[in-house]
T-cell receptor
Framework: SQQGEEDPQALSIQEGENATMNCSYKTSINNLQWYRQNSGRGLVHLILIRSNEREKHSGRLRVTLDTSKKSSSLLITASRAADTASYFC??????????????FGKGTLLTVNP | NAGVTQTPKFRVLKTGQSMTLLCAQDMNHEYMYWYRQDPGMGLRLIHYSVGEGTTAKGEVPDGYNVSRLKKQNFLLGLESAAPSQTSVYFCASADLSRRHQPQHFGDGTRLSIL
């Protein structure tokens, strides 16, 4: 079953605006990661936030994590047409021994209009 | 540095045929994963491996087998293809010698079963 659920499923904005995507999950995690997928390509890692962190920045990306609410948000500031892609959150959990796995949500399709 | 390479990129099979998807990584990663991506479903884990000679079942393993004979290669086999296995298959690898590391993805294999 899916661990993460992104909201909204689709988002359309104008270039220069900010885009916010949310992710909710159900169980405990070691970390939460965000990935981008351009059409027809594989997933590219954007940012990882550990369960004991609350906020992290990377360039135009800002990620927050609220473990009490089991939720995360990804903010992309000053969006560009090249940011058009699907964005996935993934929760990382070591379930014992060497069994480390990611569980992905269904993604948010972001369209940035020029 | 190629990263994660998947072959073939596209394939059309008839029901009942068999085939093997190959994933190769040149980053000396211990962990490798096979996912399938279906519309509206996000990524679902099929099988994974935590090292050479080891494999384990993921969320949707039925109808698939895997082998990890060499550290750099992870093979996904379909013994008797079914239309329900029409999907895009992604391979990923990760270096989990340190905690909190991302997964690195290939560009996928688009498989159609007629």
């Amino acid at each position: 079953s899916q661990q993460g659920e992104e909201d909204p499923q689709a988002l359309s904005i104008q270039e220069g605006e900010n885009a916010t995507m949310n992710c909710s999950y159900k169980t405990s995690i070691n970390n939460l990661q965000w990935y981008r997928q351009n059409s027809g390509r594989g997933l590219v890692h954007l940012i990882l936030i550990r369960s004991n962190e609350r906020e992290k920045h990377s360039g135009r990306l800002r990620v927050t994590l609220d473990t009490s609410k089991k939720s995360s948000s990804l903010l992309i500031t000053a969006s560009r047409a090249a940011d058009t892609a699907s964005y996935f959150c993934a929760t990382g959990l070591n379930s014992g021994g060497s069994n480390y796995k990611l569980t992905f949500g269904k993604g948010t399709l972001l369209t940035v209009n020029p | 540095n190629a990263g994660v390479t998947q072959t073939p990129k596209f394939r059309v099979l008839k029901t009942g045929q068999s085939m093997t998807l190959l994933c190769a990584q040149d980053m000396n990663h211990e962990y490798m994963y096979w996912y399938r991506q279906d519309p509206g479903m996000g990524l679902r884990l099929i099988h994974y491996s935590v090292g050479e000679g080891t494999t384990a079942k993921g969320e949707v393993p039925d109808g698939y087998n895997v082998s990890r004979l060499k550290k750099q290669n992870f093979l996904l086999g379909l013994e008797s293809a079914a239309p329900s296995q029409t999907s895009v298959y992604f391979c990923a690898s990760a270096d989990l010698s340190r905690r909190h590391q991302p997964q690195h993805f290939g560009d996928g294999t688009r498989l159609s079963i007629l």
